[in-house]
């Protein structure tokens, strides 16, 4: 099947499984940076032997902070049926503490941004005021979660974006997150409309954001300034919102299939889950649940907490 075949709810299943595929696959060479990292052909769930494996006892296949809270985020909106950020907030405490939807209820890689944010939900700060709005708290912790939202939302482009930045502000409250997750947000739904003759997802993105945000609006100024949507600098798999989102335009426009897109996602070292999570989420829209590796999504652990929230989405998008 080509990528202009595949149907909605293919695009919508290989967004979720690919995010938690690309988060799992990362998992084990986080940290190293690219120069230490085994080539390609060999990037698997089980790293090659003899490589220093980041994470040691966490089984292959096994997804991260990064998969947990993106289902945190899916089974809040499922079940409010709307953004709640109060109700996605607890839900993240209950991660934190007692493993929600975290493989084995195994909590692990947790960012220093993400838990500053939990201490401050658990002393009963409102969820939209827990995260950081300081310029030093600019990790990708928003972002590496956000997709959710673009595969459950029927609302306007405006409600998505108003909602993206809502969810960012649950742990990373500075503007410049906000705006990162409105765009990948935006960017995965002209992924999902996309049709042949369309333009480019990416292109359409950033033009809906600056239909919304006039030129004086401090989003607007983070757009233009800081991300330089028109024209990426190179990524280099950081942790930096801003250098996460690079990297995932980088690697996704530079690869034609999921795979590619994946392992070149880290190959860029550093972030590894991270970088992969946000970068298979988008391949796995483009491309469709299908072409997303079949060894892979076998070797995917946690299979009893994905399958029912993706049927509740793939039910909830046929019912509207």
């Not at 997709?147 to 930045?165: C, I, K, N, R, T």
């Not at 609006?217 to 798999?237: F, K, M, N, V, Y």
Request: glycine share 10%.
């Amino acid at each position: 099947m080509t990528k202009d075949m595949t149907t909605r709810p293919e695009r919508l299943a290989g967004g979720l499984v690919g995010l938690l595929v690309g988060d799992a696959l990362g998992v084990p060479y986080e940290f190293h940076a690219p120069e230490h990292l085994p080539p390609a052909e060999q990037i698997e769930f089980t790293p090659p032997l003899g490589f220093v494996r980041a994470h040691t006892g966490t089984p292959p296949g096994t997804w991260s902070d990064d998969g947990a809270l993106a289902l945190c985020l899916l089974d809040s909106l499922l079940a409010c049926g709307r953004f709640d950020a109060d109700d996605l907030g607890q839900r993240f405490v209950r991660w934190y503490e007692n493993g929600y939807l975290a493989v084995d209820g195994r909590v692990f890689d947790v960012g220093v941004q993400t838990t500053h944010a939990l201490v401050a939900l658990r002393r009963g700060v409102p969820a939209l005021d827990a995260g950081s709005r300081e310029e030093r708290a600019l990790g990708n912790g928003s972002l590496m979660r956000a997709l959710p939202l673009a595969l459950w939302h029927h609302g306007s482009d405006e409600q998505l974006v108003a909602d993206a930045q809502a969810q960012s502000c649950v742990t990373h409250g500075h503007l410049r997150a906000q705006v990162c997750c409105a765009l990948y947000c935006l960017w995965a739904r002209r992924m999902l409309e996309r049709e042949d003759g369309q333009a480019d997802p990416w292109d359409a993105a950033v033009g809906t954001l600056r239909a919304l945000w006039n030129e004086s609006s401090p989003e607007r100024a983070e757009l233009e300034l800081q991300i330089r949507p028109g024209d990426p600098a190179p990524g280099s798999g950081s942790g930096y919102v801003v250098d996460c989102l690079r990297s995932v335009y980088q690697v996704v426009a530079a690869n034609a299939s999921y795979e590619a897109v994946v392992k070149a996602a880290i190959l860029l070292g550093h972030d590894t889950d991270t970088t992969a999570c946000v970068a298979g989420g988008i391949a796995g829209i483009r491309d469709g649940l299908g072409a997303i590796p079949q060894r892979w999504r076998d070797g995917l652990r946690g299979q009893q907490l994905l399958t029912p929230l993706l049927h509740k989405l793939l039910a909830f998008e046929t019912s509207e």
